[in-house]
């Protein structure tokens, strides 16, 4: 089993064990998010608008026992029991 770990405001947490979290603008569950290419948001080229910007930073998209959050994908860890 895969398991999907983000470090959330300081914390690990396994996104496995909240039967409501889904990750990315596709809504999947963190299984289905790793199974099916774990898509993040991740420009080739960065919009002159947001060069220097947090907006313009590779990020994903999860909720999470009721928060919605947007993190950067170095903050995932995969782990298979």
Same mark, same amino acid.
């Given at each position: 089993?895969?398991?999907?770990? &983000?470090?959330?405001?300081?914390?690990?947490?396994?996104?496995?064990?909240?039967?409501?979290?889904?990750?990315?603008?596709?809504?999947?569950?963190?299984?289905?998010?790793?199974?099916?290419? &774990?898509?993040?948001? &991740?420009?080739?080229?960065?919009?002159?608008?947001?060069?220097?910007?947090?907006?313009?930073?590779?990020?994903?998209?999860?909720?999470?026992?009721?928060?919605?959050?947007?993190?950067?994908?170095?903050?995932?860890?995969?782990?298979?029991?």
């Amino acid at each position: 089993m895969k398991k999907v770990y &983000a470090c959330l405001i300081g914390e690990w947490v396994c996104l496995n064990d909240d039967p409501d979290c889904v990750i990315s603008d596709s809504k999947k569950t963190p299984y289905l998010w790793w199974e099916e290419g &774990a898509p993040v948001y &991740a420009p080739v080229t960065r919009n002159k608008d947001t060069e220097h910007s947090l907006y313009g930073l590779d990020y994903v998209n999860l909720y999470y026992k009721g928060k919605d959050y947007r993190i950067n994908p170095i903050f995932i860890q995969i782990v298979t029991d």
